[in-house]
């Protein structure tokens, strides 16, 4: 009998896309309607997922203007979460490329798109603002109004460490109070050689200095986001261990619409 694995956050897909224009439609309706399944939640190791979408007010708040992660920092219209079991990495991953692989076969991958970041990512840890709150497992099942995406890349010469501390300290504290109800700690992975052309591939040694926040919000990110992500900008500028490469909120996607469509 195979053991039934505990319902733990091992590792995140994290996939920002930008769909060519004219055919926002089109993709929308091909991800949420074949993709989001076929290419991610049929898999065995994959417990939840959740696409989510940036208007133009909610684009306006990204920072910096010149970021490492897109040639334009307005590109990134569609962010794509999905969960993944702790201890499936390696099998997740070679289902994924093959079933990815086998979707192009049969001429599943059409919609014209730029893949702006993607990546898995493994979990860290979390600041958590309640006691008893939302569990990082069930982050994407709740119905939060919002999820603020921070990436940031350590400053040269910085140990890992240091910086990996200053996190793990300064964000419980900046989450009280305030409508952000936890912030997920995430590390890349290095990506396969055998992962899609069309996936970005930054410098590993940038990689390894990077850190990806997930913050979760329970209020219209338009008048909470930026206030959390600034203060956290000015505190990481202050401390010299890093920098934010990459700033942005996003809002759920309403299943079965084009909801927003016409606002990105």
């Not at 991958?109 to 006691?131: C, H, K, L, T």
């Not at 919002?146 to 300064?170: F, N, P, Q, S």
Request: aromatic fraction near 12%; charge should be negative; include cysteine.
């Amino acid at each position: 009998m195979n053991e039934i694995p505990e319902i733990k956050l091992g590792t995140v897909l994290f996939s920002l896309a930008e769909p060519a224009a004219g055919h926002e439609r089109e993709y929308n309706r091909w991800y949420e309607r074949d993709h989001f399944f076929a290419g991610c939640m049929v898999g065995a190791n994959y417990f939840s997922g959740r696409r989510w979408i940036a208007t133009k007010p909610l684009k306006a708040l990204r920072f910096p203007a010149e970021t490492p992660i897109a040639r334009d920092v307005r590109l990134g219209s569609f962010l794509h979460l999905y969960w993944i079991l702790d201890g499936s990495y390696r099998e997740m991953l070679r289902w994924s490329l093959d079933q990815v692989a086998q979707l192009a076969r049969q001429k599943r991958m059409e919609p014209p798109r730029e893949s702006i970041s993607s990546n898995y990512y493994r979990y860290v840890w979390g600041a958590f603002r309640d006691v008893d709150g939302v569990p990082a497992e069930l982050a994407l099942e709740h119905p939060y109004a919002g999820v603020g995406v921070t990436m940031i890349d350590r400053a040269e010469g910085v140990d890992d460490a240091a910086l990996a501390g200053w996190l793990k300290d300064r964000l419980p504290a900046a989450l009280a109070g305030t409508p952000v109800a936890m912030s997920l700690c995430l590390k890349p992975q290095p990506l396969p050689d055998d992962a899609p052309a069309y996936v970005p591939r930054p410098d590993p040694r940038i990689l390894e200095g990077r850190y990806l926040l997930l913050s979760f919000l329970e209020q219209d990110p338009v008048s909470v986001w930026n206030g959390f992500a600034e203060g956290l900008d000015r505190a990481l500028s202050d401390s010299g261990l890093g920098q934010t490469a990459f700033s942005a909120p996003f809002i759920p996607t309403l299943p079965g619409t084009d909801r927003y469509i016409d606002e990105i």
